[in-house]
């Protein structure tokens, strides 16, 4: 009888909790700051917890502890690092992780802009399609003026222009995905390199 493991196995819970998490990270996209700040603080307690269980644990539990911890606080520090300007190969300096240009690639699909009176905050209907020219009027689409971009000078209603996503939430958003992603592909290598090891005994 052939008892070797399957290298891969993902129950029907962990598929679950896996796209719950996602739906989450991918929310939080256009949640308020302090939504992110919550998100970061459990990934941190996460890490904490991974770092644990691998240290106490025993058998497969503490192998995928051990691969997502490893692969999670490796990358947050080396995409820190890469920000920070510290990663260097001869002359040329890698001031972020490639995973992030793709990502940054994608939110020009989903940007849009707001605008928005400045006096009263009332924002102007996206059916006007509002645009600004090159002399930072605001104009609707058949041209008429609704306002000036900035500081008014009292004859024009001053507009401020909102990006949505802002780009600071949607980058950190998309690195704690880039590295929930990574370490969870990393502990589910590192069970596979288990099971292929104990294969490997029994035969």
């Known amino acids: 009888m052939d008892q070797r493991q399957a290298l891969l196995r993902i129950s029907i819970a962990e598929a679950i ?10 929310g939080a996209i256009w949640a308020p700051w302090w939504v992110l700040e919550v998100v970061f603080f459990v990934v941190a307690m ?3 917890l991974a770092i644990a269980i691998a240290c106490t644990a025993t058998g497969e539990p503490r192998t995928f502890a051990a691969g997502f911890a490893i692969m999670l606080v490796g990358y947050l520090v080396l995409s820190m690092a890469m920000h ?5 190969l001869s002359a040329y300096y890698f001031n972020k992780p490639p995973m992030t240009d793709l ?3 994608a939110y020009e699909l989903i940007r849009r802009d707001v605008y928005k009176y400045r006096d009263d905050g009332q924002a102007i209907p996206s059916s006007l399609e509002p645009y600004k020219d090159p002399q930072g009027y605001i104009l609707d689409k058949q041209g ?3 306002g000036i971009h900035g500081v008014t000078d009292g004859k024009l209603r001053g507009v401020q222009i ?3 996503p802002a780009a600071s939430t949607y980058l950190v958003v998309g690195e704690l ?3 929930l992603s990574l370490s969870y592909l990393g502990g589910k290598f590192v069970i596979g390199f288990r099971r292929y090891q104990e294969n490997a005994r029994k035969t």
């Open 144 to 146: 008429n003026v609704l």
């Open 177 to 179: 995905l880039w590295a």
């Open 46 to 48: 996460v890490a904490l």
């Open 84 to 88: 920070a300007g510290l990663v260097r």
């Open 162 to 164: 909102l990006s949505l």
């Open 103 to 105: 990502w940054d690639e």
């Open 17 to 26: 909790a896996v796209l719950t998490i996602l739906c989450l990270l991918i």
